[in-house]
């Protein structure tokens, strides 16, 4: 079992940054992909980032290459995911969330914990 929570979320103007956080308790974190998702009101969730259980690969969502970077510290049970440039359509709820598969995964289905998510919103 695998318990998330999520951090950093905040109100922050267009072309600022924020970095978000996820904690994850137990002590299987590093043999766990790590992914970041996001839903708008009144949209689907969307992929937005994922790592894998060692960092030395990651996937991104196109539209947001360049801007979003993930990070993750297993010495800490730790995923980061570090916004920059931000734009009002960024607005969304972003959720954390890890997948038995060792390898970056973009696709929802193949994560088996979520956290309850961290509200960013982007004033213009």
């Known amino acids: 079992q695998v318990q998330l929570v999520e951090s950093g979320g905040g109100l922050v103007q267009a072309g600022g940054s924020l970095r978000l956080a996820c904690a994850a308790s137990g002590r299987t974190f590093s043999t766990y992909a790590m992914g970041w998702f996001r839903q708008a009101p009144g949209k689907e969730r969307e992929f937005v980032a994922s790592?894998?259980?060692?960092?030395?690969?990651?996937d991104y969502a196109d539209s947001l290459k360049g801007r979003f970077t993930i990070s993750r510290d297993n010495a800490k049970n730790s995923v980061y995911l570090q916004m920059g440039t931000l734009k009002p359509e960024d607005t969304a709820v972003y959720y954390c969330a890890a997948s038995r598969m060792p390898t970056p995964q973009t696709n929802a289905h193949q994560y088996n914990y979520w956290g309850q998510g961290t509200q960013v919103t982007v004033s213009s």
């Open positions: 790592i894998s259980w060692t960092g030395g690969s990651t």
